[in-house]
């Protein structure tokens, strides 16, 4: 199994970027596919996460309305759309998968990918 994330970068407050996660070596469809991120300092927490056959996703609070997920079961990738992007969101974010239906922000991850950093400055 692996989970490749890309798209990380520095960028200033306000501004934009595409975080991609391509997976391979499971069946992608049956799987919540989740973002994590984790400041430096802090524990990790959940970012969003996508259903993978039905149109359901969550949000964190201090993300909803400004980063929009969504995937592609066709080419086994997942996507973090990040807009309005503040110096708190500075982080290394994590795409992660877990063998469920309904995406739930405390349900087990079984596969986890290495990770791309944000860093926003002000």
């Known amino acids: 199994v692996q989970l490749q994330a890309s798209g990380g970068g520095l960028v200033q407050a306000g501004g934009s970027l595409r975080l991609s996660c391509t997976a391979s070596?499971?069946?992608?469809?049956?799987?919540?596919m989740g973002w994590f991120r984790q400041a430096p300092g802090q524990e990790r927490e959940f970012v969003a996460a996508?259903?993978?056959?039905?149109?359901?996703?969550k949000y964190a609070d201090s993300v909803a309305g400004r980063f929009t997920i969504s995937r592609d079961n066709g080419e086994n990738t997942v996507y973090l759309q990040m807009n309005g992007l503040k110096p708190e969101d500075t982080g290394v974010y994590y795409c992660?998968?877990?063998?469920?239906?309904?995406?739930?922000?405390?349900?087990?991850?079984?596969?986890w990918g290495q990770g791309t950093k944000v860093t926003v400055s002000s």
């Open positions: 992660a998968a877990a063998r469920a239906v309904i995406p739930d922000p405390s349900q087990k991850y079984d596969f």
């Open positions: 070596g499971f069946i992608f469809p049956t799987y919540v």
């Open positions: 996508r259903s993978g056959r039905i149109d359901m996703s």
